[in-house]
Structures are given as C-alpha cells and as structure tokens.
C-alpha cells in the first residue's frame, strides 16, 4: 500500500513513519518540499538498522504525497481541516481511507478541553474533527484511530506499546485495513468502537489523558480497556 502522512514531519506521523516502511510505502508530506525530504532522509537512517524498508520512506510537499495513495493520515493539528481538505480533493483517488488522529483540543487555563466542530448537517451541527473531515471530502472513507495513543511512544523503536486502539467508521472494509495496520505494529490492539459519530468519543477522551499528565502526574497516559470473560450477555440501557 501507498501511506501518504501529511504532517508527517511532526512526532506522530514520524513514529508512524517508521513502524510502516517495514511493509508499506510511506510518502512524508510537508508544506515545505525541502523538509519533507529532509525528514524522510532522517527516517531513513534511522530505519536502516531496524529493517529493510528504508528505501520505501520518500518525502515532499503534502500534494505530492497524496498523489496515488490507497491511506491518507492527516497527522496535522485541527484547525488545519479545512485547509488540508482543500488541498486533498483535487488530487485524492475515490474511496482512498483517510485515517484520522485528530484530536480538536484545547488548553483553557490549567486544563485541557475538547472542542466541538460546526457541522453543516442538520440535526446534529456538532461534532467530531472526523465527522468535520468526512463532511469535506465525502468520496474518501474516513477511519478514527490512533487518537489516544501518545506519539512519543511510537517515535522509538525500544519503547513497548501495550494499548486499545479505538476506531470509529462506516465502511467496514476501510476498518478492516487500518485495523489490519495497527495491527502490523506490535502493542497495538485495535478495537471497533461504532460508526463515525463515536468518533466524538475517542477523541474526546485525549483531552483527559492530557489532564490526567498534567494533574495527576500519569506519564504518556493511554487507554487498555478491562472486559470480563462471564457467560451471561451484559446489556447497558435498552
Ligand atoms: N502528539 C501526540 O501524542 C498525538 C497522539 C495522537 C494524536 N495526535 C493528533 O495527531 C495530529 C498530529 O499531532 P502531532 O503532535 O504530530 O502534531 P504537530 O507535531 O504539532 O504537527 C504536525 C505537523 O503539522 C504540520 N502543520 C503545522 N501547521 C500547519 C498548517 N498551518 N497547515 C498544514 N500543516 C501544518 C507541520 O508540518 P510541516 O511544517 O512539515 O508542514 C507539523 O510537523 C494532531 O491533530 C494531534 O491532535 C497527536
């Protein structure tokens, strides 16, 4: 598959970066050509030693990277969806998977909070940043993942992952392949959540982690979730 990282200059889509040469072929975009190849250079060497994949990391401008790619991860901070979308439609392939780690985030005083999106649709004019994507680009399949998961711990090769990975879309088949993705990364336990509106609820749950860092003194905190083996069918509500 052809994974292109917009952003991918940043802590998360470098880590990303890494993990997938092994298998993939990984496009690094930037604003900025130049340090897009920079950063692909950087990755290079640094997976080198690690596995063979390296020749498979190739950098440049973000439009660049999308161009023919089957998975689009926009690894950029929230306020830039309209900005990215705009540049993604004219040149993304019908029904490419976007998978999203956006988390739309803010820090208010000395916590961190969520923010909700404006969404045009009628019912509900609230939502997620990935409900915000797919409203922009609705010939591409968009897959959350990853939100929850602190870059910092994918950006090393020597650090263990033992974490769920909560996913929300509506086409079963684009969450197959990005769970069979997180897969491919060992310590990432993928885990189907819903369809796109639960993306509000993972995403809404980094703003916590980040609380919990900061005022509970939790380092790199992430989600495994606890589920019982009893026999009996367990039912919340209706
Ligand atoms: N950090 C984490 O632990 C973590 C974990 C899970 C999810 N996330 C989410 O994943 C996304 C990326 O996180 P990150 O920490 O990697 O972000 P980041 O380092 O702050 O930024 C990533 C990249 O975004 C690009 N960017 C900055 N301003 C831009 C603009 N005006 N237009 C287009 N691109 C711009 C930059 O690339 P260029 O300068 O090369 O264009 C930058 O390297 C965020 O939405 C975050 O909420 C983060």
Same mark, same amino acid.
């Given at each position: 598959?052809? /994974?292109?990282? @917009?952003?991918? !200059?940043? !802590? #998360?889509?470098?880590g990303l970066a890494l993990r997938w040469s092994a298998h993939h072929e990984i496009a690094i975009g930037s604003r900025d050509s130049e %340090?897009? %190849?920079?950063?692909? *250079?950087?990755?290079?060497?640094?997976?080198?030693?690690?596995?063979d994949g390296y020749e498979r990391i190739q950098g440049g401008e973000?439009?660049?990277?999308?161009?023919d790619s089957d998975v689009i991860v926009p690894a950029l901070p929230y306020v830039f969806i309209p900005q990215m979308a705009k540049m993604i439609e004219p040149v993304v392939k019908s029904h490419a998977i976007i998978l999203s780690p956006i988390v739309p985030m803010e820090k208010k005083g000395d916590h961190f909070i969520y923010v909700d999106q404006e969404l045009s649709m009628q019912e509900n004019t609230k939502g997620s940043a990935a409900e915000l994507i797919a409203q922009y680009l609705p010939? !591409?399949?968009i897959v959350v993942a990853l939100n929850t998961i602190p870059a910092i711990m994918l950006s090393k090769f020597d650090r263990q992952l033992d974490y769920d990975v909560f996913m929300a879309g509506d086409d079963q088949?684009?969450?197959?392949?990005i769970a069979d993705l997180l897969k491919e990364i060992p310590? #990432?336990?993928?885990?189907?959540?819903?369809? #796109?509106?639960?993306?509000?609820? /993972? *995403?809404? @749950?980094?703003?916590l982690l980040l609380n919990l860092s900061r005022h509970g003194k939790m380092?790199?905190?992430?989600? %495994?979730? /606890?589920? !019982?083996?009893i026999k009996e069918e367990v039912q919340y509500g209706g």
């Open positions: 598959m052809k /994974i292109a990282i @917009l952003g991918g !200059t940043g !802590t #998360l889509g470098g %340090k897009g %190849k920079r950063l692909a *250079e950087e990755y290079r060497q640094e997976v080198k030693e690690r596995h973000n439009t660049e990277a999308i161009r010939q !591409t399949r088949e684009a969450v197959q392949v310590g #990432l336990n993928p885990v189907y959540a819903g369809p #796109l509106p639960v993306a509000r609820q /993972i *995403e809404g @749950l980094v703003p380092k790199a905190p992430s989600f %495994k979730v /606890i589920s !019982t083996n």
